[in-house]
Each structure stands twice: as C-alpha cells, then as structure tokens.
C-alpha cells in the first residue's frame, strides 16, 4: 500500500492555502465586482449613543439620480428586529436611539458614490437623551431601563446572569491564614479582521425567496437570526458563506447588520444588493469583547492551600443582547487551574448606552483568567513561595473538582501539568532572569496556566453531517461550520480520509451553505474539530460498513476480515485478494446500497443548574500553559516582550501546521490584549475608529513565538482531539502582567498595561517612597 498507515497528525497542507497566497481566493467582495446590474447598499446611522429619532426626511435622497430606493423603518417587509440570541436590535431604528451604531434610513443606489451623497442628504432630527453609561448604576434599583420590553430582560437592566456557589466561602475566608482581596478590570477590545462586514444578497426570483452571500459562523443560525425580518419562513433564507477574511468570534453576529441590510434591500428592490462596511464603520458599529470589572477574595492557608474564593463580576453588556453566556464562562472558570474547595461566584451582564459586547475568542476565559493567575503569583509573592510551586501544589489532577463540581479525568485528556513543566523547561524557569547591562532595564518572567473546554456546554450542542460516495469512490462531505482561516477544511479532509480508508485528494468538503448541509452548529467555542469531526467518523463509519459488506459477497470473506487503505479494500494480511473502492461503490449502487449517509455526534448529556452552577458543563477541556521574559525600562515605562513560551494540551493532534497556526495566531492576540489594545468610548461616542487610535500587535512588536503541542488524548474526540482555536489566546495577559511584577515589583490589575500606566505606577512609588 503507497499510503502511510495513518493521515491523523501528518501536516497535511491546506487547500485553501495556495488560492489564497496566490490572490486567487474568492472573497465576498470579490464577488460583487463579477456581478451585473447589483446595486449598493448604505446606511444612515446615528451621531449619538442615546436619543429620540423625531423625523427623517429622505425627500432629498430619492430625488438623486442613480438612487433606486430609500428605506426607513416604515417600509421594512417584516419584523423590525432580529438577533442571534434575542431579536432586540432594530433593523431601522424606530423611536429610541441605544447606541451610536442604530441606523436610521438605507440606501441602495447604483454605485457606492451614489448611495454615499445620497446618504449624506438624509435629514434626521434626534432628542438627545442622558446616555447611561456604566453598568454598575445600571444595576441599582430604579434605574432608568435600556430597553423597557426587552424580550429576555423584560423590566431590568440584566442581560444575563450566572452565579457558582461551593460549600461555604464566608466562612472559610474568615478561617484562611492569607486572604487576597483586589478589584480587576478589563476593557473593551475589537476584533481587529481585515475583511470587515460585508453581504451580497440576491432576490431569488424562481422561489421568492433571498439568498445572502455573507461572512459568518453559522449559515444555519444567520437564517434563524434573519428570517422574520425579511418576512419569510427558514426555507426560503439561503445562507452560503465563502471563504472569510477573518472574524475571531465577531462575525458569528456583528455581520448580521449588514446582511439583514443587503437582505431587506434586495427585497424592496428586486434586485442584487452589496453592502460592506468601511473600516470607521465596522470599529464603530460592531460588537467588542466586554469590559468587565470584578471584586476578587482569594483565600490560602498559610503553605500556599487555597482554601476559598469570593468574586462579584459586572459585565458591560453594551445596548444589545447579542451572544451573552459571559457571566457563566467567567463564573464556572473563576477558579481557574486550582483545587478550591468553597466558592461563591456571582455575575451579571448589564444593558448600557456603549456598543455591544460579542462573541470574541475566548469568549469570557480571558477576562476570568487574568484575574485568577494574577492572584496566583501576588499569593506567592506573598508566601515567599516560586509561582509554579505554588500553581504546582493547587493544580488540578485526576479526581479533583473545580469549582462548577466537574471531575477532571485523565481519559478525557489532562496534560495540564505537563504543559506547565513543558514551558518551564523551555524557558529555564529554574534559572535566574538574566538582567541587563543596562541599569534602566529591569527584566522579569512570568506565568500563567489555563483550561478551556471544548463546546458551548448547552443541552443542544450537536453536529450533523452529510457524507456521499461517488461513483469514482471519492467522497463528499457538506458541513455547516466556516472556514474562517482556521484550516477547517484540512482538519475535516484528514479525519473523513483518514475514517474511510482513502486519501485526502478524494475527499471534497461542502462547507457553509444551510441549504445543502444540517445543521452542524456554529464554528464556535474550539468545537467544530471535536464536533464535527466526531459526526464525519461517524457519517464514514457507516458508509464504510456498507462497502465492507458488499466487498465481502465480491471477495467471499467476512465484512470483519477486511480492511479500505488508499482506496482499497483488501482482506487483513492477504493485499493481492483486494478489490478497488470505486467497483465496490459501483457495486453497492446496482445492489441499493445507499451511498449517502447522515453523521452525528453529541456529547454526553448534561443539564446546567441556574441555581449554583454546580453541574458537568463540558465533557473535555484543553490546557495549556505561557511563560514570558519582558525588559523594563524604568526611565520611560516602555517594556519589550522578549521571549514567549506556550504550551497547549489539544489532544491528539489532527494536523500540527493548522494547531500551530491557531496557537501562534491566538498568542498574538492575547499580547494585544495585554500590552496595548484598548477600545475607547467617549460618552458613548467611539474614539477608536481607526488603527491610528486603536492599537494592534505587529511582527516588530513580537519576539519569535515558541510554541509545545502536547497530546493528551480524550477518549471521546476524534482520534482523541480536543478544541485548539481559543484556548491560546487566554494565557499571555497574565503571563505577561506577572512577568512585569517580576521585573519592576509592582503589581497591575486592570489591561491594558500600557508603558503609560507603568510609568504612572513607577513614578507613583518613587512617590512613596520619598
């Protein structure tokens, strides 16, 4: 047999990868200049985050020649709201002004300059109204409501709320030997994509239906958000998204402002619409991941045994639900890596006059793990105790709970502390820093450990598939998740190849399109590997057992006797008595034998407790672990990342040049976070809406990334994968903050750390110090 043994874990290149080097990748904008007669689409959105719209005058708008039409929200052809979680964003604002990214009229013209001076010819007139800005008022009783007939909220301020409670954390906070007590914030941060929101939408003149050419996670759950706005049942939305220019969690439903625009555009019209968003527009409009601010007590005996936590965390929720299970991932994963036997954890998301908090990689464990690693190093500052000690003597191993009460096990994969020691290694942790010639330049090391699961952790989380053999014994597999560059694709290709007995240059994968593909769940939450690729082995395994069957009448062997490799199926130890796939497949066919079948996998069933959080909400977690070198200069405050170590326990490795990519990529973005991306708002109105004021990482400001995979198999994924996209993007802010603490000896506990906030805090202890 010409083909290795097993494709599993083979860097098997992605066949994405060329196209896109190349410039020959099709993306949706590409698409709209192949097409004829397609207008564009613009919006009118609001000067202010809290208003009364009074009047809009589009006289003058659709008096311009070249403009086809001009809607406002009198004009729409169904429901005036829609939502990934909750339909409470207006398609066209109609009374209340919640946040500066409302529009209030559409346009559709027949070119972008056109549908712009139309735009600008719209009169609009606005009440302003007293924004209200911080979610902590926003929680008081008798505070003003955001929304006063919300559909989930319904009379407050809360969008969402969880709370984790374990034993009894008063008391043995009262009892502990050392009790930490701190107040962490994180902020706002963009997405930072290169292709910014953007839809091509289609009136579908045949059926009377539209079909949306739109970036996204999930074609299946744009339909569902969409739908009633359009006026149309789910059958008549057809969803299908290319290749995406990047998306990070945003595009799961930021998109949906532009594609519910294209969508009621095309309709009105009858024709092709192209809507996209300029890059003011998608840092303006679009939702951030959530600022928080938490109240933190972490309690300790006196040789380093955490003994209790207490946390209250506050969410800034923005004006819109959006995707909202924040406060329960930041809740169930308050406790981080660590044994603590009594915890209360409690936290809201709040409704506020800002633009709205999304999806984001990480989904809430970032913000949760900053805090909890943060107050692992000042205990063992505090202790006189090395941090990885202490981590060392907490850590969770086989048999031990965390704080939602889930058992870890080693069967489900749990290389934790091997990525802990794995990072060390690299890095020298047992050896001292090696400080500067140069007296200005202090340098210091931190660490970090965190877990992340697998899955959204809801009762419905499932995948689905389709897989059809072809004449030819090639395969064809129609998936529902995206490709959004994390090399999907080749994941998927390998696991069905590697199942089915054939190469991946047999295998084609359908990816994206709710019309020709179940419902796979969105390309979210580090699932779809595991997910998905879970219901491909199943979908081949059955197709597989059929071949085998009527490969045995042709061989006159038993169906357990034989084995497909390379396309062959041939008897175990006999290769010369084999039979081609594609004459099998021929054979099937002539037999009805059905050749196509339906792949699905769930994991085991859990039921969430609303009541104290005490439940087995994923059924594997990834690990991993960052170490970190940074230089300070003590004169200016500027400091340089030298040096960055992670590790990641993801399992068997699927294809190792993709789990590298995500976890280069990911690590990227978490020293983004850290060192210097921040969103910032003034009364509600955005002062980051280019990359002059809204910061990113580029290569000068990262040291080469080093980056161990280590496998600890989870009986229950794939060939024992588990998730890989989120969980490296989680570790570097508190590896780095603990690495300045190292360095200059102060602590920080609100991101970013800017070297204007750490010469503010130098210059604030020189101070003292006087």
Same mark, same amino acid.
């Given at each position: ?47 202010? +985050?809290?208003? /009364?719209?009074? =009047?809009? $005058?589009?006289? #003058? !708008?659709? *008096?311009?020649?070249?403009? @086809? ?90 969008? +969402?709320?969880? /709370?984790?409670? =374990?034993? $009894?954390?008063? #008391? !043995?906070? *009262?009892?502990?030997?050392? @009790? ?591």
């Amino acid at each position: 047999m010409g083909r290795k043994k097993t494709i599993i874990g083979q860097p098997v290149i992605r066949p994405d990868a060329l196209a896109k080097v190349q410039g020959r990748a099709r993306y949706i904008g590409d698409l709209f200049l192949e097409r004829k007669n397609c207008l564009v689409g613009r919006a009118l959105f609001a000067p202010c +985050s809290h208003a /009364r719209l009074l =009047r809009v $005058d589009t006289s #003058a !708008a659709e *008096a311009l020649p070249g403009v @086809v039409t001009v809607m406002t929200a009198k004009d729409l052809p169904g429901l005036n709201a829609y939502g990934a979680a909750a339909p409470d964003k207006p398609v066209l604002a109609d009374g209340i002004i919640r946040y500066q990214g409302d529009p209030v009229a559409f346009v559709a013209a027949v070119d972008r300059q056109t549908a712009d001076r139309a735009v600008a010819l719209i009169r609009a007139e606005y009440e302003p109204l007293e924004p209200q800005l911080d979610p902590r008022e926003n929680l008081r009783p008798g505070a003003p409501l955001i929304h006063e007939n919300h559909p989930i909220s319904r009379g407050s301020n809360v969008s +969402s709320k969880w /709370r984790v409670e =374990r034993g $009894d954390a008063a #008391a !043995a906070l *009262a009892q502990s030997d050392i @009790v930490l007590e701190n107040d962490f914030e994180t902020q706002m941060a963009d997405h930072a994509y290169l292709e910014t929101e953007n839809c091509l939408a289609e009136p579908d003149e045949i059926e009377g239906g539209i079909h949306l050419i739109a970036p996204g996670h999930s074609a299946h759950l744009n339909c569902r958000s969409l739908a009633a706005a359009f006026g149309l049942p789910h059958s008549k939305v057809h969803v299908t998204t290319p290749i995406v220019g990047g998306s990070f969690g945003g595009k799961e439903d930021s998109n949906l402002e532009v594609a519910v625009m294209a969508g009621v555009l095309a309709l009105k019209t009858g024709r092709p619409v192209f809507c996209e968003y300029t890059r003011e527009e998608s840092l303006r409009n679009s939702g951030k991941r959530h600022a928080t601010r938490s109240h933190r007590k972490l309690g300790a005996t006196k040789d380093g045994i955490l003994t209790a936590l207490e946390a209250d965390i506050v969410v800034d929720k923005g004006a819109y639900r959006s995707i909202d299970p924040i406060p329960q991932r930041m809740s169930m994963y308050g406790g981080g890596v660590y044994r603590i036997p009594n915890a209360k954890v409690e936290a809201r998301s709040v409704f506020t006059h800002h633009v709205y908090g999304c999806a984001f990689r990480g989904l809430g464990v970032p913000q949760a793990m900053f805090s909890i690693e943060c107050q692992m190093d000042d205990l063992a500052r505090r202790l006189g105790m090395d941090p990885v000690e202490l981590r060392l003597k907490n850590l969770l191993r086989e048999g031990d709970s965390i704080i939602t009460g889930q058992v870890m096990r080693a069967d489900r994969g749990l290389g934790l502390e091997k990525c802990i020691r794995e990072v060390c290694g690299r890095i020298g942790w047992d050896r001292p820093v090696e400080q500067s010639g140069d007296p200005n330049i202090r340098r210091g090391r931190g660490i970090a450990a965190i877990m992340y699961g697998s899955g959204t952790g809801y009762p419905d989380d499932g995948a689905h598939c389709f897989v059809n053999l072809q004449m030819d014994g090639s395969l064809m597999v129609g998936i529902g998740t995206a490709e959004l560059g994390q090399g999907g694709l080749a994941a998927m290709t390998q696991i069905a190849a590697e199942t089915l007995g054939i190469s991946c240059s047999m295998v084609n994968v359908n990816y994206s399109d709710n019309h020709a593909s179940p419902e796979t769940g969105a390309t979210v939450a580090s699932r779809s590997t595991v997910f998905v690729g879970n219901a491909i082995v199943r979908g081949c395994t059955i197709l597989k057992e059929r071949m085998l069957g009527c490969a045995g009448k042709l061989l006159e062997e038993t169906p357990e006797n034989l084995e497909i490799e390379d396309g062959i199926i041939s008897v175990r130890g006999n290769e010369e008595k084999s039979v081609p796939l594609r004459q099998v497949v021929r054979a099937a066919y002539m037999s009805q034998v059905p050749l196509t079948a339906v792949g699905d996998w769930y994991p085991p069933l859990n039921r969430p407790d609303p009541v104290n959080g005490q439940d087995d909400r994923m059924h594997t977690y990834t690990f991993g672990a960052q170490a970190v070198e940074v230089s300070v200069d003590i004169g200016t405050g500027v400091y340089t990342l030298d040096r960055s170590v992670a590790a990641f326990d993801i399992g068997r490795v699927i294809n190792p040049l993709c789990a590298e990519g995500q976890v280069e990529g990911g690590v990227t973005q978490g020293i983004g976070y850290a060192m210097m991306e921040n969103f910032e708002l003034k009364n509600g109105i955005a002062v980051s809406d280019t990359y002059h004021s809204y910061l990113i990482p580029t290569s000068m400001d990262l040291p080469s990334l080093e980056t161990i995979l280590v496998e600890a198999p989870n009986e229950l994924g794939p060939y024992g994968a588990k998730g890989v996209g989120e969980p490296p993007v989680t570790a570097a802010a508190p590896a780095i903050r603990n690495a300045l603490l190292d360095a200059i000896g102060i602590p920080f506990y609100s991101l970013p750390i800017t070297p204007m906030k750490v010469l503010a805090a130098l210059k604030a202890r020189e101070r003292e110090e006087a």
